[in-house]
């Protein structure tokens, strides 16, 4: 089956935060999604300041494109750590150059939403953004594999603790 073509638009961009993307210490980090003030006015931030947390979807855009493999590969080519699939990342190697990030929500000031830990970098487009719902946080127990604990120790670790 071969999937039908379509395409997106950028609801907003990052401003601010990091300039370039890293592996770790994106904890404290402060940005703004700037919402594209052309196709949207300050009614479709209401209600959303009763939220703590946001889910924001966004295109990797500085990400080398050539830089693909579907198949498996060690994550962050540690050799210490499994090989795994194209869908056991989360990395920026995604055939649709595609992220997902859950930030807190700090303030809405109208069409900007100040956000921290935000793993995306100033200029990124934005695809979309949702409040988080609890209850479409994981149902039942969860597990991973230990590997992931450790390479996301220092995670959202302060950048002052590099």
């Not at 950028?10 to 401003?15: G, S």
Request: glycine share 8%; hydrophobic share 35%.
């Amino acid at each position: 089956m071969t999937p039908s073509p379509f395409t997106v638009e950028p609801v907003a961009q990052v401003i601010g935060g990091r300039s370039e993307p890293t592996d770790d210490y994106w904890g404290g980090t402060r940005s703004i999604l700037r919402i594209n003030n052309e196709r949207f006015d300050e009614r479709s931030t209401a209600g959303l300041e009763a939220f703590s947390h946001l889910e924001v979807v966004f295109f990797f855009h500085l990400s080398d494109q050539t830089d693909l493999n579907l198949g498996a590969r060690r994550p962050r080519d540690n050799p210490a750590w499994p090989e795994v699939g194209a869908f056991g990342h989360r990395n920026m190697r995604r055939i649709n150059w595609l992220g997902i990030s859950r930030c807190r929500l700090v303030k809405v000031d109208g069409l900007d939403l100040h956000v921290e830990d935000l793993d995306a970098v100033d200029g990124t487009p934005v695809i979309d953004i949702k409040p988080w719902f609890d209850e479409f946080g994981p149902r039942g127990e969860t597990h991973q594999p230990a590997w992931t604990t450790d390479m996301l120790t220092n995670y959202f670790a302060p950048a002052d603790q590099r």
